[in-house]
């Protein structure tokens, strides 16, 4: 999330102005470095065990809330185990765990092609203990999510694999001045397997249709209290608390940092729908919204914890493509979360794309995505892989 100087001007107003050479130092040196820190380090001569350097880049997978629900047991030679970490789970915004299930292909699927490029073949066995369907009302439970044997010799790269570093979630305005071709959507696409059915339009009238979807489901998140509050309770506000907490969503720079700094921007101001910072957080994103110049999907045919992991890898390999074609792409998923308010944007986002006469089956939307052009960003806070290995 970020603000323009714009904003920052008209929400401060005349309160208070950061100038001088003491702004400037203060601007310079909000990165938050440490938080920052394991983009750099992946892959690097300081892990020796080829796991360990295969796990240093699958920690910068794309995972809901930047939550990083990741932790892997070792103990085994030649071997990794993954596990869910039960306390970095969403329950109000994602009840039944999907979209951390999610997270946990992209994990899986960035580990298998960090450990290809060096000619590791990474045997990925899901839920070796058991789906998690079948128990405790189908959560996800202590139980493993997968096991993987790392065999020598007999994997080739992955031509994606290239763009790890580059890829970013790019959730900001769009150039709504250039367009996004029939051309480069059929490029995008062809990266997925069979296991899931990718979708995607540039059509402007559905362009616009869902553009308006999007914005509603948003909506619904920030005006129910309790999904607002997840979200809220997950904000890192300034570079300590970044550096400090390297998850959650990073609410940084000099302009969110000098709004905190003067009282403009706290966590009860954000949970006021009355307030200045609430009433800017929806226009924000109500801009951001509006700037989609397509969009992209995933569909699966069940509902299970297996195509929800299977989900997670191509959406990975979609992101991955998106990247290398200079494309912007934003996960959306707020209207496809399952709590009762949510439940009629869900079903309308369903019959938008087509999944609605498919339901009975158990088919349903994983994944979906805004597309566009826009700026380079920084890539997101990760905790070092030496804090997810137990």
Known sequence: MSTTRRGFIRIVGGSAVVVGASGYGFAATRTPTEALAPWKLAGGVGYSDPRMRALSYAILAPNPHN???????????????????????????????????????????????????EGFFADITPFPEGMPEAFDGGNLDARPVAHIRFVAGEAAPDLLFKHVLARRSLKVPYDT??????????????????????????????VERLRDLTWRGHHMESITPRTMQES??????GKAEINANPDGIALGGFFLEGLA?????????MADPNSAAFK???????????SAMGYVWLET??????????????????NLKATSLGLGIHPLSQALQEYPEMAALFAELHGELGVTDKAASGARV?????????????????????????
């Open 67 to 117: 939550r990083q629900p990741w932790m892997v047991d070792l103990d085994t030679p030649g071997e990794a185990t993954l596990y869910c970490d039960l306390e970095r789970l969403l329950p109000e915004t994602d009840p039944p765990n999907r979209q951390i299930t999610i997270g946990l292909g992209c994990f899986l699927e960035l580990l298998r092609m960090a450990a290809a490029e």
């Open 177 to 206: 001045a250039r367009s996004v071709s029939n051309a480069v959507l059929a490029d995008l696409v062809t990266v997925t397997d069979d296991t899931v059915r990718v979708g995607s339009t540039n059509d402007p009238v559905r």
């Open 232 to 237: 809220i309770d997950l904000m890192r506000i």
């Open 261 to 269: 700094l003067l009282g403009q921007l706290t966590r009860e101001q």
């Open 280 to 290: 800017q957080g929806l226009d924000m994103f109500k801009a951001i919204m509006a």
């Open 301 to 318: 045919g069940a509902n299970t914890r297996l195509d929800q992991l299977r989900a997670g890898a191509n959406w990975l390999r979609l």
């Open 366 to 390: 994983q994944m979906f995505g805004r597309l566009g052009y826009g700026p380079e960003i920084a890539g997101t806070p990760r905790w070092r892989i030496e804090t997810r290995v137990r």
